[in-house]
């Protein structure tokens, strides 16, 4: 199971990113997909989620109206489309996978790819 994230960097406060989380090794097209972030210092935070089929999102007040989430189970990839930047996006984002595997349940997690929102 591989779960790995693309597409951080250094972006100026108003700017644009779109992280990428490309998925092998389990049934994507089944999976709930999360975008979490974690900043130094800070807890985790739930950022973003999209269910299986891409019908239904749910978004963080913290980004609500500025980040979107998306997915292409034909590439088994998960989008984060993140406009307005602001310095407190500045963390760690990590792609997140749930769901079953039969009757098993799964979590698997990314590596995390930074965002760092400054002048």
């Known amino acids: 199971v591989q779960l790995v994230e693309s597409g951080g960097g250094l972006v100026q406060p108003g700017g644009s990113l779109r992280l990428s989380c490309a998925a092998s090794g389990f049934t994507f097209s089944s999976a709930l997909m999360i975008w979490h972030r974690q900043a130094p210092g800070k807890e985790r935070e739930q950022v973003a989620r999209i269910n299986s089929v891409g019908s239904s999102t749910y978004y963080a007040d913290s980004v609500k109206g500025r980040f979107t989430i998306s997915r292409d189970n034909a590439k088994n990839t998960v989008y984060l489309q993140m406009n307005s930047l602001k310095p407190d996006d500045t963390a760690v984002y990590y792609c997140?996978?749930?769901?079953?595997?039969?009757?098993?349940?799964?979590?698997?997690w990314g590596q995390g790819t930074q965002v760092i929102v400054s002048s």
């Open positions: 997140n996978a749930r769901g079953w595997a039969g009757y098993q349940p799964m979590n698997y």
